[in-house]
């Protein structure tokens, strides 16, 4: 199986989406637009969602959180063949969204990662996702942040890299450690040293081991998802076996979803 995704795969999806339970889809969107757009976003927003909007500080979090909330619905709703508004969703217990009222075999399972503008969202059929992108910053304390959450393992592997490596690995350690924690909805309540993700650059992204249950890792697969510039995304998917079609949200005026 492949175990990561160029830059260049992102493409414009498909007039007609249609997702098998053999099939991940990844949507890659900018959450910049114009007034009227936001405006038309947020009219598709639940009110729980709305006063989330409204409790963030600066009016460019505002905006990026109706972008990235109306695109969510916008994108699930071509899955569902339903309208954005009319969607609803649930929380598991640690706070992972998922769609309310969806039969439980067949259920359409999402998540979504944002990070300084861009929003990653992962789509599959029976099967849990979970999705992380992070913004490659050079003011980041790898080292402190690694010593304080990664595993022995990763922490002494990442150690042993060049230094010129080391920024680099450290964000795909945590991008993938994220993923999986994102996928399995759990959250920090699932403790980040009782599993190892590879890291090494060039190696295929893998759940590595886990603790204490060495048979979850093969429960799960992990892929590293390559942006174009200053990013670090993964993805992790329940069972093997599946394929990944990655696509960019388009512009409104060049793909208008149903309203
Ligand atoms: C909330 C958390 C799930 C991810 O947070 P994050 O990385 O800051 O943010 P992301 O943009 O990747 O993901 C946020 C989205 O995940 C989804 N989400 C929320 N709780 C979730 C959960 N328990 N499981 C999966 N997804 C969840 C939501 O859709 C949320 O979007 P929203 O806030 O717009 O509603 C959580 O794992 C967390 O707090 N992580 C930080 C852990 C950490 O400090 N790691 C250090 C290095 S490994």
Partial sequence: MESSISASAWSAPPSTIRLDRDEVHIWQAELEESSAQIYRYLDTLAEEE???????????????????????????????????????????????????????????????????GVALYAIARGREVGIDVERNRREVDADQIAARFFSPREIATLRGLPADLRKYAFFACWTR?????????????????????????????????????????????????????????????????????????????TYQPRY
């Avoid at 963030?56 to 969510?72: E, V």
């Avoid at 309208?83 to 929380?91: G, Q």
């Avoid at 081991?209 to 697969?221: F, I, L, N, Q």
């Fill in 50 to 116: 709305k006063s989330r909007a409204e409790r963030l500080y600066f009016q460019r979090d505002r905006h990026r959180f109706i972008i990235a909330h109306g695109i969510l619905r916008a994108i699930l709703g071509l899955y569902l063949d339903r309208a954005p508004h009319v969607l609803s969703f649930c929380y598991g217990s640690h706070g992972k969204p998922a769609l309310e009222f969806e039969p439980v075999a067949d259920a359409i399972h999402f998540n979504i990662s944002h990070s300084h």
């Fill in 177 to 253: 450690k994220e993923a999986y924690i994102k996928a399995r909805g759990e959250g920090l309540s699932l403790p980040l040293d009782q599993f190892d993700v590879s890291l090494i650059p060039g190696e295929p992204a893998a759940l590595l081991c886990t603790r204490p249950d060495p048979d979850e890792a093969g429960r799960w697969s992990l892929r590293e998802l390559a942006l174009a510039s200053g990013y670090v995304a993964a993805l992790a998917v329940e069972g093997r076996g599946w394929s990944l079609s990655c696509w960019r949200w388009p512009r409104p005026h």
